[in-house]
């Protein structure tokens, strides 16, 4: 089975611009979450999707956005970027939503906003 | 909330000397408490779930248990390839709640 895919793999943005990140999950898995990393915050819950539902946010401004497809790929959205969005975001899909079911990450896509 | 909190933050090691890594969180209950190593660069590669008190699960030289507050992940007789970064999860739906994780690096 083919795992999670994420791309772009790596981006460079100006403040000031937009962005938008995809990701594949793994066949048959119906939630998808994403995730900012950095050095200093470590692994931040942005949102979760579930059959087309975002069902959480993290604690994440409006500039952070996304949505997820019927075939339950995924993809977020970053307007009006600012320095301190450079991070590695993951994406990581899972069979079902609830507590018990584990996530697969993805490789990630490494964004520096210059 | 729950709140997950790791220790140590880095640990070095000989090879072949065996330590532990803690995961505690502050919201008991059922919920699935998760283990994930991650090598610079990538993304976190799932390891275990543990879902009871008293359980454990093993791998190769890895081996997780779970209390009512807290997790350890024991590692046993550790190789320079075991050097990566242990993140610990809590999961309730809708949302996983990491830990900052522990560094571990082996030494030849």
């Known amino acids: 089975k083919a795992g999670v895919t994420q791309t772009p793999r790596y981006l460079i943005k100006t403040r000031g611009q937009q962005v938008t990140l995809s990701c594949s999950p793994i066949?048959?898995?119906?939630?998808v979450s994403w995730y900012q990393q950095t050095p200093g915050q470590g692994l931040q819950f942005l949102f979760e999707?579930?059959?087309?539902?975002?069902?959480n946010k993290g604690n994440f401004p409006g500039r952070f956005s996304g949505r997820q497809f019927s075939n339950s790929r995924s993809e977020m959205n970053v307007s009006t970027l600012e320095l301190g969005d450079s991070a590695l975001y993951l994406c990581?899909?899972?069979?079902?939503?609830?507590?018990?079911?584990?996530?697969?990450f993805g490789p990630g896509t490494r964004l520096t906003v210059t | 909330e729950d709140q997950v909190t790791q220790s140590p933050e880095a640990l070095r090691l000989q090879e072949g000397e065996s330590s532990s890594l803690n995961c505690s969180y502050t919201?008991?209950?059922?919920?699935?408490l998760f283990w994930y190593r991650q090598d610079p660069g990538k993304g976190p590669e799932f390891l275990f779930t543990?879902?009871?008190a008293g359980e454990e699960k093993e791998k190769e030289r890895l081996k997780a248990t779970l209390t009512k507050k807290e997790s350890f992940l024991h590692i046993t007789a550790p190789k320079p390839e075991d050097s990566a970064t242990y993140l610990c999860?809590?999961?309730?739906?809708?949302?996983?709640?990491f830990g900052d994780g522990t560094t571990l690096t082996v030494k030849p």
């Open positions: 990581a899909s899972s069979l079902e939503g609830g507590f018990s079911y584990e996530q697969y």
């Open positions: 066949s048959g898995h119906r939630s």
């Open positions: 999707y579930f059959s087309e539902t975002q069902r």
């Open positions: 919201v008991s209950g059922l919920r699935g």
């Open positions: 543990l879902y009871s």
């Open positions: 999860a809590r999961k309730r739906p809708g949302k996983s709640t």
